[in-house]
């Protein structure tokens, strides 16, 4: 994980923390008023974004980081090169289930994921990889 510079960003970056941060405001976040965004960069270009979606029920939110792969693989998008996760205060790296999910695709198709980790409240980025993220993913394939 090293932290990154604004300056440092290319525009691909640029444009993926744009849409991750703008869909922050469709998080459905009644509970815990903790809005995160999320957005994926496909291998054909495609820019696929996602909120955290949450239920009464707790154990049944759904973070931003899965609301986009799903909404990717629902028009059959699965290969990943980026992702950018934008929260409104500090840093927060993906929690352990988006991990695991995330590391799924990035095992089928062979590319290694990298990961841009968005706090707005200082404008600060982090950079890291799914399999930094998760070393030894569960693969039974
Ligand atoms: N959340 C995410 O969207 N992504 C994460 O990686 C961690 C947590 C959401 C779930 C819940 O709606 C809120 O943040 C507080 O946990």
Redesign the pocket.
């Known amino acids: 994980m090293i932290e990154v510079d604004q300056g440092y960003l290319d525009s691909d970056w640029v444009e993926l923390v744009k849409t991750a941060s703008q869909a922050k405001n469709n998080?459905y976040?009644p509970?815990?008023q903790?809005q995160?965004g999320?957005a994926l960069l496909c291998v054909n270009g495609e820019i696929v974004a996602g909120?955290?979606?949450?239920n009464a029920a707790y154990g049944s939110?759904i973070?931003?980081?899965r609301?986009a792969l799903v909404a990717a693989n629902s028009r059959g998008l699965r290969d990943f090169k980026r992702l950018v996760?934008s929260v409104v205060g500090e840093i927060?790296?993906?929690?352990g289930a988006?991990r695991q999910v995330l590391h799924e695709f990035s095992s089928v198709s062979g590319l290694e994921l990298e990961i841009l980790l968005h706090g707005e409240a200082k404008d600060t980025y982090q950079l890291t990889t799914i399999s930094e993220l998760l070393p030894h993913g569960f693969d039974f394939r």
């Open positions: 998080a976040c509970y815990s903790y995160v999320a909120a955290n979606v949450e939110t973070c931003a980081e609301s996760v927060a790296a993906p929690c988006c």
